[in-house]
Each structure stands twice: as C-alpha cells, then as structure tokens.
C-alpha cells in the first residue's frame, strides 16, 4: 500500500509540477538558441565565401590590369615611333583576345548550392513526446549494482520508465521530471538491445549503454566512472530530455536545469538494433 501510495504522489506531482507556461518557455528558448546559433553559422559562411570572392576578383583585375598596361606602353611606344611589323600586331591581337578571354572567364564566378552534403544547420521540429506509459512497479525486487567490485550496494528496483516500443531508425526522445530524489537514490537513464537477454538486473546486460544518478557510463555493460567528465548532478524537479539517434548511433542526455548535455556513441556490434529504451529509479531501502 506505501508503494501505491507514494507512486500515486509522484504521478500527481508530474502532472501539476510543471506549469503548461513554463513548459512553453522552456522550448521557445530550446527555439531560439538554435535560431542564433543557425544564423551566427550562416554569417560567418557568409563573410567567408565574401572574402574569397574579393581575393579572386581582386587578384585576376590587378593580373589583367598589370598586363594591359605593359600592353599599352608598347602600343604607344610602337605608334610614336612607327616601328612595327605584321608580327607585332599578330602578337599585340593575341595578347588582346587572351585579356578578353580572362575577362569573360572572371565574369563566369558562380555562388554555387551544394545539396548533396549533409546541411550544416539542423533542422528542427515539434516532437509529441506522450507520457501514457509514464511508471511501471516493479514490486520489491532485488539486485545488487556493479560500480565498484569491492562494493556490492543492494538496491530495489521500484519503478522504471520504459517505453513501449523498438528502435532501429531516425531519432526518438523521453522528456521526464525527476519529481523526488533522495541520497539513498539511484537512477539509469540508458538502452539495451532487444537480442539481448533481458534479466531483472540491467547493470549485468552486456549490450548496457547510458548514464547512472552516481557519475557513472556504461558502455557495453562496462562502468566506466566520470566517463569524458560526466556529472550527473541531480536534484528533485529537475527534467531530464533522453534521445536515441539510430541514424548516428548515439544517445543524448540533457538537464535543462543545468543545460549540460553528454552524448555517448554506441557500437551496434556490442549493441545491435532495435534499441530499447532503458531508464529505470532505484531505492536503496537500507
């Protein structure tokens, strides 16, 4: 019964916790920072490709007007002293239509849109991220945590987030709100692949990638602790964004309270697709 209890409290917090306001808020700001970065990205491509432009056309003139001045004084000097001869002038033409061909070839510049490549700036939209399988329980089941093989800390599974579903292809994220977090806390945010063998205890599943409350990475089902200076820092209220990009194969996990974000390659020979979502909180009842 305080199982239920205090499942229900927690649902009833993530519910009326989080103002629909400030939910808005939030991602017209996530809208935003993309807008500047999109066009501080934009500009400086911009003045780039202006520079480049600048040099080469400043730099074929002053080529082709170095050489019709050399060009000039011969005329003129041919002109003053009417020593010429049919060689001259045959030289004197050729020079001429190779100016004009340097000329034309200068007028020829193009600003040319590459749409082959991978566009530099990332497009966005609106994901309908739905919380109707929000909390599973687990009742009371056991297992011990491998962080550290001179510690065994037996922890109990309360709930889990797991949501339903498969992934082998695009992008897919879990937003959540961590509505209570004690000391005695635990939590997993990761995947595990659906060929994998999937015990009670997610620390022992090879094919583990993600992150846990206590600073630690799993790859493969490998602790890895402060893996590339990942903190977990978390507190009650916080909200957590979990992505999985099967096109890349990685994951992403973003506090937006504290705005850090670690992403964390996965190796499909170690976890092969579909990928199933693993996020799980744990309790230590000791």
Known sequence: MNEIILIHNQLKQAITGQTTEQFHQSLLQQIERWEQQSIDKIRRLADDTRQQLSSIVQDRTESIKEK????????????????????????????????????????????????????????????????????????????????????QDQYEDYSYLKEKGEYSSGEHSIRFKIDQYEPNSSILFGITSKNAFEGTNPYENPTLYGWTGDNVVYQAGDPQPNYHGYKSNIQTGDI???????????????????????????????????????????????
């Open 68 to 151: 019709i001045a050399q060009l000039t004084q011969q005329l003129n000097k041919a002109r003053h002293d009417g020593e010429f001869f049919e060689s001259d002038i045959k030289e004197w033409s050729e020079k001429l239509n190779k100016f004009q061909q340097l000329l034309n070839k200068q007028q020829k510049i193009k600003i040319h849109h590459d749409k082959d490549l991978t566009p530099f700036i990332s497009k966005i939209s609106l994901q309908n991220l739905s919380n109707d399988n929000l909390v599973q329980p687990i009742n009371q089941t056991h297992y011990e945590t491998n962080h550290d093989d001179n510690i």
């Open 240 to 286: 957590f964004m979990f992505t999985m990009n099967c096109d890349r194969e990685m994951i992403s996990l973003t506090n937006e309270r504290t705005r850090r974000k670690y992403d964390l390659e996965v190796d499909t020979m170690k976890c092969p697709f579909p990928w199933l979502p693993n996020v799980r909180f744990f309790i230590n009842p000791e």
